[in-house]
């Protein structure tokens, strides 16, 4: 293995969501190539949109869609026509990113899947390794027990009553997105070599893939630039959501209404500024009707995407973190906030699990923050109420979120972890040439 790496191999690091908007993947595919860079071994391309990050040398969209861009809607597109007509989807793309040769690709993106199977028809012997940073096997585990269309049948099962009691702004989406899901990861299972989680529990992986495919944990990390801000002095004690502005998963509009329902009950909140909504995205316009037509102007404020120094400081200047995902593996918007010393406010369904014990989970209830019932407007409105009104709590919970995160969040052995992988996968490749 030493010797074949020796000479420079050539890494395709991905994540095509970035062209429809900006989430927290490409903070972490960012700290990757930084690593990886200075190490001096590989030639790396990334795919995406990375000038948010400071990176300018990535593929552009038109390099390789022959629209010039890759929205959700032309992901479920790509994944119908793949299921339904059995064909190239060449014409998709554009056919100068299919003349790259790389030994291996990292995917960090259910929207890079359909793209890197056709890529494998002209490429067979490039490696792969995808990162699951939203959970996707597992949150999908009963409807990838058996064949895809079983698979289909559970997800119809499952999804259409709760679609049709749910909000407009999430059930077709989230629906679409379980069918696109399930069948993106039979894609992957004919020719995935390594799957990376992010959590510790690799079961259902491991039976899902079965020996074809390494399954291995790599815990998630973040920049050494989150921290408390010495001498700062807050400004502000509300919430912060920080993030992408996407229904699909992240259900601001849940948080919304949470709030005018939190008013509701406590009327004397009325003329505060009760949460900070920071990131763009797909729903951003949406998002800022629909707190206007709750009345909620002066409650809400909205500041559109920020990176360094100001996220940061962004972080700091505000008394805890606000969540309301269908999903999340855990979010890397939860550590930065901890690390930065503000508690979190999150649901049950992403009080993910982080570390090898499988005992403790991200938040623990009323010591690094507080967790209230999924979809529970009435419960998430009491348990905002209780983390605002209460300064001295949380000073308490931001202290021991800031430990938490300090001690379960190692970037240098996240960094390291990724490397050894990416040795692994190019050393498999030597041993099948020889």
Not at 204 to 232: D, M
Request: overall charge positive.
């Amino acid at each position: 293995m030493d010797d074949f790496l020796k000479s420079k191999k050539r890494i395709l690091l991905m994540d095509s969501g970035s062209y429809n908007t900006f989430g927290g993947s490409v903070k972490g595919i960012a700290l990757m190539y930084g690593y990886l860079s200075r190490l001096g071994t590989y030639d790396i391309d990334l795919l995406g949109d990375f000038s948010k990050m400071g990176l300018h040398n990535s593929i552009g969209a038109n390099e390789v869609f022959a629209g010039g861009r890759h929205s959700a809607g032309d992901y479920y597109r790509m994944i119908a026509r793949r299921f339904f007509f059995k064909g190239r989807l060449i014409e998709t793309y554009s056919p100068g990113f299919f003349k790259r040769d790389y030994d291996l690709v990292v995917l960090n993106s259910r929207m890079d899947v359909p793209i890197i199977d056709e890529y494998k028809k002209a490429h067979p012997n490039t490696k792969t390794i995808y990162i699951d940073r939203a959970n996707i096997i597992t949150n999908n585990a009963y409807a990838l027990r058996k064949s895809l269309l079983l698979g289909f049948a559970y997800v119809l099962r499952e999804s259409i009553p709760k679609a049709l009691g749910r909000s407009r702004e999430a059930s077709s989406t989230s629906f679409l997105g379980s069918l696109g899901t399930v069948y993106i990861c039979h894609l992957m299972r004919r020719w995935l070599d390594t799957y990376i989680s992010i959590l510790p529990e690799l079961g259902h992986a491991a039976r899902f893939f079965k020996r074809r495919t390494r399954v291995a944990h790599v815990g998630l990390a973040i920049g050494a630039e989150y921290v408390r801000l010495k001498g700062f002095a807050k400004s502000y004690l509300g919430g912060v959501y920080i993030g992408r502005l996407d229904e699909r998963q992240k259900r601001v509009a849940f948080m919304i209404r949470g709030i005018r329902e939190a008013i509701d009950a406590h009327p004397e909140l009325s003329g505060s500024e009760l949460l900070r909504v920071v990131g763009d995205g797909p729903d951003s316009g949406h998002y800022r009707k629909l707190a206007h037509a709750l009345g909620l102007d002066k409650n809400i404020r909205f500041f559109g995407h920020m990176a360094g120094d100001g996220l940061v400081k962004m972080y700091n200047d505000s008394g805890f973190y606000v969540s309301a995902s269908e999903w999340e593996s855990p979010g890397r918007a939860f550590v930065e906030a901890m690390a930065c010393g503000i508690p979190v406010l999150l649901n049950d369904r992403n009080n993910a699990v982080v570390s090898g014990n499988m005992k403790e989970r991200m938040v623990k209830d009323g010591k690094n923050g507080m967790v209230y019932r999924y979809d529970d407007a009435g419960d998430f409105a009491n348990k905002f109420y209780a983390m605002y009104s209460n300064t001295g709590a949380l000073e308490r919970m931001g202290r021991r979120a800031e430990e938490f995160a300090k001690r379960n969040f190692s970037l240098d052995k996240q960094n390291r972890m990724y490397a050894e992988e990416i040795k692994r996968a190019l050393g498999a490749r030597t041993a099948q040439r020889k």
